[in-house]
């Protein structure tokens, strides 16, 4: 090994070492650990990151059906496949009936969480959501149930949580504003986002942020942003899946975020909060056949089948090539149980909510 070789790697150790003892990093520190060559260094990180994760979780990854219930949206987001310009999109609403039935199936098979995802649609009023969560609490009281359909008023989140919701996600996208304005058109901005996650804690959900990794115009400085939000926030959930290009899109020609980057951060961010939940997602299952495992291994601990009807699952597009149809769907959980334990892990039948802290942490 060569002398700078050595020093990487002792670098790239110390910082790891200091994150997990101090549950720091400077923006030096994350330049160094985004950039650097030494494998050795980041394989080190990825077992640091899940020894974290093990001592929180033990084995347990939890699952959660996904049910990706309209696809109309009134966003423009020039990164997402379903944006409101995009007109080749052919759109879709599941009905309360279509969604309970997709409950029922998922409870089958064994999940307790029930992630209710769109896009921003009107046509599904404070009304229509409190009036599905309430159905769907009332026949699964033992499940959790999820909500991801964007920005709202406060009055809405707090009806939501009277409804029964227990969790939100809310991606943040970027903590940087000029960013923000990069991947979005004029009328959504960052601090209205933020206020939305801000308003989500206090109405007592558990909230999940997150961004895209290697989006377009990202830099170390941008995801520096992202931590120190995270951090300010301390969100329960944060979801991180690298960006992939969707060609109808404004961004249809930029290239990917890779895998590689996805899944330090996920370590990172692991290092930094040891009890969030941390999905290894379907972006990371899209860009490699076995992403969401190596996920696992970087420390994620938390995957999110499909439970939407199949007929609607190519409709959710929201970046090219996504996973829908083999190992990643929820009736396919077999398969998926039998490669989680395959890295030895097992899948957990359980609501799996945010951990009470311990006495040590
Ligand atoms: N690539 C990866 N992720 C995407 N999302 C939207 N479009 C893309 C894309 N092209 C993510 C966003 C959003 C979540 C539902 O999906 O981060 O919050």
């Given amino acids: 090994m060569t002398e700078d070789k050595r020093t990487c790697a002792q670098s790239v150790r110390e910082i790891t070492g200091r994150m997990r003892r101090e549950r720091d990093i400077s923006l030096q520190e994350l330049g160094l650990l985004l950039a650097t060559k030494d494998r050795e260094g980041i394989s080190y990180l990825a077992a640091q990151a899940r020894e974290e994760t093990r001592r929180i979780y033990g084995n347990d990854v939890y699952i959660r059906g996904l049910i990706e219930f309209t696809n109309y949206c009134r966003n423009d987001c020039y990164y997402c496949g379903i944006r409101r ?76 949580r009277r409804a029964g919701a227990d969790r939100y996600l809310l991606r943040h ?57 995270i951090r300010e926030l301390s969100p329960e959930m944060v979801g991180i899946g690298p960006f992939i290009p969707q060609k109808d899109t404004p961004f249809g020609k930029e290239p990917a975020g890779t895998l590689d980057l996805t899944l330090r951060l996920l370590s990172i961010i692991r290092l930094l909060h040891p009890r969030v939940l941390l999905p290894a997602t379907t972006a990371l299952g899209t ?45 396919c959980l077999s398969g998926l149980r039998e490669r989680i334990e395959g890295i030895g892990y097992r899948i957990a039948a359980v609501r799996g909510d945010y951990p009470a802290e311990a006495d040590e942490s």
């Fill in 85 to 160: 310009s995009s007109s080749g999109v052919q759109r879709y609403r599941l009905t309360q009936d279509e969604i309970l039935s997709c409950c029922e199936a998922g409870y089958g098979l064994g999940f307790r969480t029930f992630v209710l995802q769109g896009g921003e649609d009107l046509y599904f009023t404070d009304d229509r959501i409190c009036a599905l969560v309430s159905a769907i609490k009332d026949r699964y009281p033992d499940c959790a149930v999820t909500l991801s359909i964007g920005e709202r008023p406060r009055e809405s989140y707090r009806a939501f």
């Fill in 173 to 229: 996208e970027t903590a940087d504003g000029e960013h923000y304005r990069h991947l979005h058109p004029p009328e959504l901005s960052c601090a209205e986002r933020i206020r939305c996650l801000r308003d989500l804690k206090e109405c007592g959900f558990q909230t999940g942020c997150g961004f895209m990794a290697g989006s377009p115009g990202q830099t170390v400085e941008t995801l520096y942003k992202d931590l120190q939000l």
């Fill in 287 to 331: 860009i490699h056949p076995g992403g969401r495992e190596m996920g696992i291994l970087a420390g994620a601990n938390v995957v999110m089948p499909n439970l939407s009807p199949v007929s609607v699952r190519e409709k959710y597009m929201l970046y090219d090539n996504k996973i829908c149809t083999g190992d990643e769907a929820a009736e």
